[in-house]
């Protein structure tokens, strides 16, 4: 009995549920709208070289302090259910890619926990983007920003080569 849904396709209008873990098992691009609820515990294959979640629609967050929505490594056995595969909580490629082109230029998230990631938390080619009140754990690059304005507020980098990561980008953080 699996206790948690795998995704390795490509999906449109969908809602990363509450009380659910998933699986995601290859690059799986998201258009329409994506909705990331608190809660949700969404781990990515260490074996597989393309495990991704690409949004190029409209995203939202759902989410509050005390209900982040969780992305981390199939081995971390410290939140949903469990995916292991076998060995240590280990980095894998790229956690959450946006194209804000697909959300008028704007993305706005906030309430993000982010671990064992090469690239944390990817938005570019847009107009502005806003995050606030999340986390990024055991990272090569929690943020890696392109083309955009960003703001941060309330940003937690904790065990990461890199903060920030920046092509053709303003920042501002409090």
Do not use: W
Not at 25 to 32: I, L
Not at 62 to 72: C, E, G, K, L, M
Not at 138 to 165: G, P, R, W
Request: negative net charge; proline residues 2%.
């Amino acid at each position: 009995v699996l206790y948690y849904v795998e995704i390795n396709s490509d999906q449109s209008d969908f809602t990363f549920q509450g009380d659910t873990t998933y699986l995601v098992s290859g690059a799986v691009n998201f258009d329409g709208l994506t909705t990331f609820e608190g809660g949700t515990v969404i781990k990515y294959d260490t074996e597989s070289d393309s495990s991704s979640v690409a949004v190029y629609g409209s995203v939202a967050c759902a989410t509050s302090p005390y209900r982040p929505a969780i992305f981390t490594s199939c081995n971390d056995e410290t939140v949903g259910e469990s995916t292991y595969e076998d060995g240590a909580p280990t980095y894998y490629d790229s956690v959450l890619s946006l194209n804000a082109a697909g959300n008028g230029g704007n993305i706005a998230l906030h309430d993000l926990r982010i671990s064992y990631t090469y690239y944390g938390l990817h938005p570019a080619y847009g107009d502005v983007f806003t995050l606030r009140d999340s986390q990024f754990n055991h990272c090569v690059y929690a943020l890696q920003v392109e083309y955009m304005t960003c703001y941060f507020d309330n940003i937690l980098i904790n065990d990461s080569q890199t903060a920030f990561s920046c092509a053709d980008c303003a920042m501002t953080a409090s």
